[in-house]
């Protein structure tokens, strides 16, 4: 499985930004995509995530503003982030996980796509 990410790139505070992940490979037995970022020295953090239920969850930091879609046909997720704030700043990691058994996965890694919000 690989995975591509883009979207990044230098945005405004208030601006909005659009990720995208393009998976390819063996992916049919993918069941969760989702997002993470990294700021310098820091460990990486969940920003968002979908299941293949479509269920969704958002770290509180950024629920309201940032919203994770996926189109299935693409084979590709998204990430579309409003009202982008200098603290978003980051280094985004799209992620798949495949199932190896209950509550078991392995989970892919895009390369990162860099962010900046400038004040």
């Known amino acids: 499985v690989q995975l591509q990410a883009s979207g990044g790139g230098l945005v405004q505070s208030g601006g909005s930004l659009r990720l995208s992940c393009a998976a390819s490979g063996n992916i049919f037995s993918l069941n969760a995509w989702g997002w993470y970022r990294q700021i310098p020295g820091a460990q990486r953090d969940m920003v968002a995530s979908i299941t293949s239920n479509g269920r969704t969850d958002y770290a509180d930091s950024v629920k309201g503003r940032f919203t994770i879609s996926r189109d299935n046909y693409r084979n590709t997720w998204y990430l579309q982030m409003n009202d982008l704030k200098p603290e978003d700043t980051a280094v985004y990691y799209c992620?798949?996980?495949?199932?190896?058994?209950?509550?078991?996965?392995?989970?892919?890694w895009g390369q990162g796509t860099l962010v900046t919000v400038s004040s």
């Open positions: 992620t798949a996980d495949w199932p190896l058994g209950v509550g078991v996965s392995d989970r892919y």
